[in-house]
């Protein structure tokens, strides 16, 4: 008897062989039938050996159970110990697939299909398979007889037989000899339809490209005609009966479950089309209406069962369609939005578990190769190949990728597959996902050999590879381009300038020739400049590609190459820094404010890596003014300080448009900002900030040329507008009002001259032509107009809004702030203003309808001739000034009685105006929304065309440039208008409700 707490041998082996409960497995063993398992060596090595040892002996015991009697277990234990390669096999099987070992426990002399191996058996063909149905007279023995087959399969997968091709290629002929199966089944059914008709089954996606899975949707297309002498429509009809029946053979629960659904979806016009079209019906479909991806579909197509003869015309009919595919109009569109379609149906919470659609998943390498194929198969026969490992291979050997980019992708996609491979054998279910579960993820690192510590393993394996897909599936496009301009090393295959311009206009380049030669500039020589821009430049034509103006892009990063091309920090910052190349291809590609902002001064290009540059992030106006102040003081003289000043403008211009760019459309590093209010905010909120710095700045330095450090007069300057409400755009003028007040002793001639004359020399300053861009200062909201004077005193704006004061220049005064110059002087005159623009009880009837009919005359008038009204972002309806007038009315009414109002930013009044209950939510939110929408346009529209404008651009790429910012993708234009339309259509049903109707 063995002692408490001591282990027994039999324990001890099972937990050296790797078993993870040797204490059940050993209570398993301790039967009188088991114990020749218990005492061969041998057996409990291979035991050991498979996937989930655990597992395989479990299935071992329900097999052994499930045979009829003692001899035919006896019979099954004598092969496994004598007969190694069953024992691999069976054992195999059972420790990677429950549901393989389920069927063999269910059909229990099937073990017997796994004894032995002809030289044919090693790699069957579709024949062989076709024998091994031929028994299978209804859908439940078919099943059985393909489960047979499939066993087979299984067993040499996991064994080592057969490599991922070959099982893959074995997958795709066991469907064909299924098909053909079912077809013969479903023609035995009905004599009668099947006399009148030919029909071809068409194998598509990876059955297709003899590349399948072990559980997957068949894709397939049906081809009919009509027998000589039969009625065409009748024929239809009976070969569509004969598809259906075979669709429900193969797809339909019995007892013996499912062998897999058939996908018919892929055919014209999807499931709203006939299942089965004649030949010439297919052919003017897609002559006429098939989209990009309908062709990229048929690269995959082939002739499987049925009328085969019928099935090899449809291919060579179709064939040439398919190779003109890149020639067609909205080809690059259309490939854009694919891409593009594949990353957003993944569900967020999969995202990093799926193996097929994630980033570094199987569909970016065959995505990228069926493209290529699709933009060079037109003149090169040798890539048409429906299987993505001999169509990368051709690729290759074409020049048309690199070799050893090819390499590293065949490798890492065969990991990939494999994983897939033994994922979906484990249960013979569809999925992609890679388990949660340590017992599922040991079984599967396992399988794949990962023996030392399979779940640790196997995650490193896992995003090792996925890493090589990400890397290189873009450079696949592109590093061959710069080949074509660039020294190869010897046996390298160049690809030809013919070839080279075909890839770029495929891939959105509209100047193809201009491109290349910009490739040239920056890449070919021997220079370790050279070697660095040939590993940056594949992965930024990449992101070039993906905006609106991938032209624009390339030329904009040659040109600051060029000028920073000497600087060592440069291409290190952008080779090492993981989002500067990003965020720089984002920025030159998006439109030109930010790319000519950078060319003034391309040093600015620090600011855009993770390191010492700072970052995209906004500086606050406290940050900023301390930063200019510091440089007037150094400056010698007032031009060098404003100078100064103005160059720091242009810089944080250019970090606020950068940042603006990036959260709009998001790279690797940052996704995108989700919520667009907090962009205009970021924007009017550091624009704003800027220009007040700015203009701090230069009045220290104006005050400093011209008095020394005291001026005669305290003076301040008010922002007003989109400037005091912290809501200016980047083309906005710098709304204001002067103030001054004599200091004591100082005559008021003096004083005002002295005042009139700082504001006249900032306004000179500010605007002399240089390479920072000019800062335009607007006073035309002071009292009378542009009639009255520049600049007044305190006790002169007092006197004025008391006598004189319009209903309209007290709403203006809504949105003044102290911005610059004095603060006390500013603080005063801030309390001048505030019965103002918040009377005590509110707002008249009178002055309501004077405000309202100044709106209305407003909207009449100043509205552009030939504009379109429904689109103008700031005088149409629903537009900036029907949100902000709507607001300003409420503040105006309310202000007195609600602090809350008592703000110059528009969506903090609207948010305040909703928690006083004077705005209800549901109102409130829509004309928020309406707000930010056209505040986005107006900047979309500056940042694309590097001028203000407060309507849609009419030119198409720079309508598209702004649908991109606003993040519509490809194709989308109409989407982006009509959205407008709709959102600015809701605000105005609002605004005549509460602006007009209130």
Not at 336 to 342: A, E, L, W
Not at 549 to 555: K, T
Not at 660 to 681: C, F, K, W
Not at 925 to 948: C, F, H, I, K, P
Request: charged share 25%.
């Amino acid at each position: 008897m063995m002692a408490p707490g001591r282990r027994s041998s039999t324990f001890t082996r099972l937990l050296r062989h790797g078993f993870t409960d040797p204490s059940a497995a050993e209570r398993l063993l301790d039967g009188p039938e088991l114990s020749p398992v218990r005492n061969d060596p041998f057996l409990l090595e291979a035991l050991g050996a498979t996937a989930d040892p655990d597992l395989a002996l479990h299935g071992l015991v329900r097999l052994l159970e499930a045979q009829p009697g003692p001899t035919a277990r006896r019979e099954l234990l004598d092969t496994l110990i004598a007969a190694k390669p069953l024992r691999d096999r069976l054992l195999g099987v059972l420790g990677a697939s429950a549901a393989l070992a389920d069927h063999l426990a269910r059909h229990p002399r099937d073990w017997e299909a796994l004894v032995t191996y002809e030289p044919r058996d090693l790699h069957p063909g579709v024949e062989e398979f076709e024998r091994g149905l031929a028994e299978a007279t209804d859908p439940v023995s078919l099943r059985v007889a393909y489960r047979r087959c499939l066993l087979s399969i299984a067993a040499r997968d996991v064994c080592g037989t057969t490599d991922l091709a070959e099982t893959a290629a074995e997958l795709a002929d066991l469907a064909t000899a299924t098909l053909r199966a079912a077809l013969g089944l479903a023609r035995a059914a009905a004599p009668d339809d099947a006399a009148m008709c030919r029909l071809a089954v068409i194998a598509m996606g990876k059955c297709g490209g003899h590349e399948l899975n072990y559980v997957s949707d068949v894709d397939v297309i049906f081809v009919g005609e009509a027998v000589d002498g039969a009625d065409e429509g009748k024929a239809l009809r009976a070969a569509a009966k004969l598809a259906a029946h075979l669709m429900r053979i193969c797809s339909e629960t019995t007892v013996e479950g499912s062998i897999w659904p058939v996908d018919a979806n892929l055919r014209p016009e999807g499931r709203n089309g006939p299942l089965v079209r004649t030949l010439s019906s297919h052919l003017a479909y897609y002559q006429r209406w098939a989209k990009t991806w309908e062709f990229q579909a048929l690269l995959k197509a082939r002739p499987v069962a049925g009328d085969l003869a019928l099935g090899a015309e449809y291919v060579a009919a179709v064939g040439p369609l398919v190779w003109q595919a890149a020639e067609r109009e909205n080809f690059v569109v259309d490939v854009q939005k694919m891409r593009r379609r594949v990353v957003e149906n993944i569900p967020v919470a999969e995202v990093e578990r799926e193996l097929k659609l994630g980033p570094g998943g199987l569909r970016d390498v065959e995505f990228a190769v069926q493209l290529l194929q699709l933009v060079h198969g037109r003149a090169d026969a040798s890539l048409r190949s429906g299987t993505t490992l001999d169509a990368l291979q051709a690729l290759a050997a074409g020049g048309y990728v690199g070799r050893a980019d090819a390499e590293q992708l065949d490798v890492a996609y065969r990991f990939l597959r494999s994983m897939e491979h033994r994922i979906q054998l484990y249960r013979l279910r569809r999925t992609h996902l890679v388990p949660e579960a340590e017992t599922d993820l040991r079984r599967l690192g396992r399988s794949l050999g990962l023996r030392t510590d399979p779940v640790a393993e196997l995650g490193q394996e896992w995003k090792r590879h996925a890493a090589v897909v990400r890397r290189l599936h873009e450079k696949l496009f592109y590093r061959p381009l710069l080949d074509a301009v660039a020294q190869l090393a010897p046996g390298e295959t160049r690809l030809s300038p013919k070839a080279a311009r075909e890839r770029l206009v495929a891939l959105g380049y509209a100047d193809p020739a201009s491109a290349l030669r910009h490739l040239e500039a920056l890449a070919s020589g021997v220079t370790r400049k050279a070697a660095i821009q040939r590993t940056l430049l594949p992965v930024l034509l990449g992101w070039f590609a993906d905006s609106a103006d991938p032209d624009a892009g390339l030329l904009n990063f040659r040109k600051v190459s060029d000028a920073l091309g000497k600087t060592p920090w440069y291409l290190r910052l952008l080779r090492d820094e993981g989002a500067a190349a990003e965020n720089l291809a984002r920025v030159l590609s998006a439109g030109r404010l930010a790319p000519d902002l950078l060319m003034r001064a391309p040093e600015a290009v620090a600011l855009l890596g993770d390191g010492d540059g700072g970052g995209l992030a906004p500086r606050g106006r406290a940050h900023l003014e301390q930063e200019i102040l510091a440089a007037v003081r150094r400056a010698d003289g007032v031009v060098q300080a404003v100078t100064a000043a103005r160059g720091v403008r242009r810089r944080e211009l250019f970090r606020t448009s950068a940042a603006d760019i990036v959260a709009s459309y998001g790279t690797e590093a940052q996704p995108v900002e989700a919520d667009q209010g907090a962009l205009v905010d970021l924007v009017g909120g550091a624009v704003s900030d800027i220009t007040a710095a700015t203009l701090a700045g230069t009045l220290r330095a104006v005050v400093r040329d011209g008095w020394g450090d005291t001026l005669p007069t305290t003076f301040t300057v008010i922002g007003m507008g989109r400037f005091g409400g912290h809501e200016l755009g980047y083309g906005s003028d710098a709304d204001v009002l002067f103030v001054h007040e004599p200091r004591d002793g100082v005559d008021e001639r003096e004083a005002a001259e002295a005042a009139n004359k700082v504001v006249s020399e900032m306004r000179r300053l500010l605007q002399i032509s240089s390479a920072d861009p000019p800062l335009l200062i607007d006073a035309d909201l002071r009292p009378e107009g542009k009639s009255g004077p520049l600049v007044r005193t305190l006790k002169s704006y007092e006197a004025y809004y008391r006598r004189w004061s319009l209903g309209w220049e007290s709403q203006a005064l809504l949105r003044a702030e102290v911005v610059a110059g004095d603060e006390e002087l500013g603080r005063r005159f801030i309390e001048l203003i505030d019965p103002l623009r918040y009377p005590a009880g509110g707002l008249g009837e009178e002055a309501v309808r004077e405000i309202r009919r100044l709106k209305a005359r407003m909207e009449s008038e100043r509205m552009p001739r030939g504009a379109d009204p429904k689109l103008h972002t700031k005088l149409g309806p629903g537009g900036l000034s029907d949100v902000e007038w709507t607001v300003q009315l409420a503040q105006m009414r309310h202000g007195s009685t609600h602090p809350g109002l008592r703000t110059t930013r528009t969506r903090e009044a609207l948010a305040a105006a909703r928690d006083a209950g004077i705005v209800t939510g549901e109102d409130a939110a829509t004309l928020d929304e309406a707000w930010v929408l056209a505040s986005r346009v107006r900047n979309a529209v500056m940042l694309v065309r590097g001028r203000a404008g407060d309507t849609f651009p009419s030119d198409p790429r720079e309508l598209v440039a702004v649908g991109r910012y606003l993040g519509y993708g490809p194709g989308r234009v109409g989407d982006m208008l009509d959205d407008y339309r709709r959102t600015a259509r809701l605000a105005r049903g609002v605004v005549d409700e509460l602006f007009y109707g209130g």
